[in-house]
């Protein structure tokens, strides 16, 4: 096919294996960038173009729409996001789990301001329009779209208060959400094992979802319990759903110990919800592997307050028990995430720190021997309050084979769960899910093991996640849509990181185009700065 604007391209990607996003298979053409837009794919080896990439060898497919990250914030200090679209990512989605940049108002404010939350960052902005404008004056290389996340409103009236809200601070809460779906907001999230998320019913989250619904978005849920408790919690996701009339996704549907081997199981609940005409759909990790900070193991209770409340109760003996016997007695039914259930059980070695440095890549049973302490769960709570709660670490609470079913289903898109960070930034890296995941599916799941086609993993990755966000200009490579496109060598992209030394860009990836831009040419990041902020069309 021809360019029929006969005008000199700008970019011209020859020779190479396109595939279109729409899971068809690929086949061997050319693309043509004009103006930051596709306008044409087909046989153009006679077209002129200002600059030509030759992709013989290699996959020319739609960047990668990374579903499920966090850290927005953080693109203003680090605009370049290179963990991100050193992998292949172009469109990354913010505000999940009940976290999000906005809004910051009433009494959040003065915890943000206190506790430096935001590592790094100069808050200075309240709503989604404010910081979205911050943005877009800094300039980012990615284009970013926002949910709002429940606890974040919640926070922005109530702060950190394990209560119900009164129909007033109701009232407040919906208006927030109104305003952030109003200013570009893609949907709605919660986070309902992490405070002060957790603390909110299914009432309260019913009515900031009919919000969301208004204007056309979608409900994003970390659901209340992914362990033992985790088929009442996806119902409630569901029953949220079909109350409302909001399309649900299910944030990481990962089952975690002691619930594996039920993950089929789940997904039967999505495809009868489907088949009642409930748009449901679910994101993965790609890894056994999560992360935790801080109390994050420990019962919501315990961390109501925030970290110097935290803290506090545990240089008191009794509340400190009563936090050690409520985790081994409910695991992760009162909140401490999947990583509850481990210490419930004992399972010391499958809990480890990377964070402080000096019991770094210690296991809870190692980190008790170096410090003589008899229970290791005594040693990390003797650890949290040496270190003011400045504490990180990783849990393997997920079977692989788990993870290869959800990788594998057609309905499940992947994500990284992590931030744009730097090799070279002053945010320390969670996880090397943060710099490899998509490199992880294309060369581990797809290359290596074949659980699944790379037309199927392309699609996953970029037109299924681009319909569950609305996008009708992204997400596929067709003549006038957006030119976000990811080129890579199928028989060398790999993740190069590892739990040890997780700050490692993949390899394989030769170029990313963003908005018809090089971000990365040749696996290196060119400085340019074409991303944008995506607003849902329904906010505008």
């Known amino acids: 096919m021809q360019n029929k604007s006969k ?24 693309v043509a960038i004009l103006d930051g837009k596709i306008v044409a794919i087909g046989s153009m080896r006679d077209e002129k173009a200002k600059r030509m990439i030759d992709a013989r060898g290699l996959v020319v497919c739609p960047g990668f729409i990374d579903i499920h990250a966090h850290g927005e914030e953080q693109l203003l200090i680090t605009p370049l996001a290179e963990a991100k679209l050193m992998q292949g990512i172009t469109t990354m989605v913010g505000g999940n789990c009940g976290i999000s940049a906005a809004p910051i108002q009433g009494p959040l404010t003065h915890f943000v301001n206190q506790s430096g939350v935001f590592t790094g960052v100069d808050v200075d902005w309240s709503t989604f329009a404010e910081f979205f404008q911050r943005l877009e004056t800094n300039g980012i290389a990615i284009n970013l779209a926002c949910l709002v996340g429940n606890a974040t409103v919640r926070a922005s009236v109530l702060g950190m208060e394990a209560r119900k809200p009164t129909q007033l601070e109701m009232e407040e809460m919906k208006r927030l959400v109104a305003e952030a779906m109003q200013q570009g907001g893609f949907g709605l999230s919660s986070g309902l094992v992490y405070t002060p998320g957790s603390f909110a019913d299914t009432e309260e989250i019913i009515e900031l979802a009919r919000e969301a619904a208004k204007k056309h978005g979608f409900y994003a849920s970390h659901v209340r319990g992914m362990a033992r408790p985790i088929f009442q919690a996806v119902m409630e996701a569901i029953n949220i759903g079909e109350e409302t009339g909001i399309p649900v996704q299910i944030s990481h549907l990962n089952p975690g110990y002691p619930s594996w081997g039920i993950v089929a199981e789940l997904v039967e609940f999505l495809e009868a919800a489907r088949d009642r005409g409930l ?23 315990a961390n109501e307050g925030g970290l110097p409340a935290l803290l506090r109760r545990l240089e008191d003996p009794m509340i400190r028990q009563q936090i050690k016997d409520d985790t081994r007695l409910h695991g992760d039914q009162n909140g401490g995430g999947v990583g509850g259930c481990l210490i419930q059980d004992g399972k010391w070695n499958q809990i480890w720190f990377t964070r402080p440095e000096r019991v770094s890549m210690k296991d809870m049973a190692e980190l008790a021997q170096s410090v003589g302490a008899q229970d290791p769960f005594d040693a990390y709570l003797d650890l949290l309050l040496e270190e003011k709660g400045n504490v990180s670490g990783i849990s393997r609470p997920y079977s692989q084979r788990d993870v290869d079913y959800t990788v594998s289903h057609p309905l ?25 995941s998509f490199a992880r599916l294309m060369g581990w799941y797809v290359r290596e093991r074949k659980l699944l086609s790379l037309e199927q993993a392309i699609r996953k990755s970029t037109s299924l996640p681009a319909w569950r966000l609305g996008l009708t200009d992204r997400g596929s490579l067709k003549e006038g849509y957006c030119a976000d496109v990811t080129l890579f060598n199928p028989d060398s992209i790999q993740e190069t990181g590892n739990t040890q030394d997780p700050a490692q860009y993949p390899q394989g990836i030769h170029s990313v185009i963003v908005n018809g831009k090089v971000v990365v040419d040749q696996g290196e990041h060119t400085g340019e700065l074409s991303g944008r902020v995506l607003r849902h069309a329904q906010g505008k």
């Open 7 to 30: 005008m000199t391209n700008d970019l011209l990607i020859t020779g190479g294996q396109v595939f279109d996003g729409t899971g068809s298979p690929g086949r061997m053409a050319d």
């Open 279 to 301: 748009n449901i759909t679910a994101d993965t990790l790609l890894y056994d592997q999560s992360i935790f900070s801080g109390g994050g193991l420990l019962p919501n209770w």
């Open 412 to 436: 499940i898109m992947p994500g990284t769960d992590d931030r744009p960070v730097s090799r070279s930034g002053s945010v320390l890296p969670w996880h090397t899910r943060g710099y490899g």
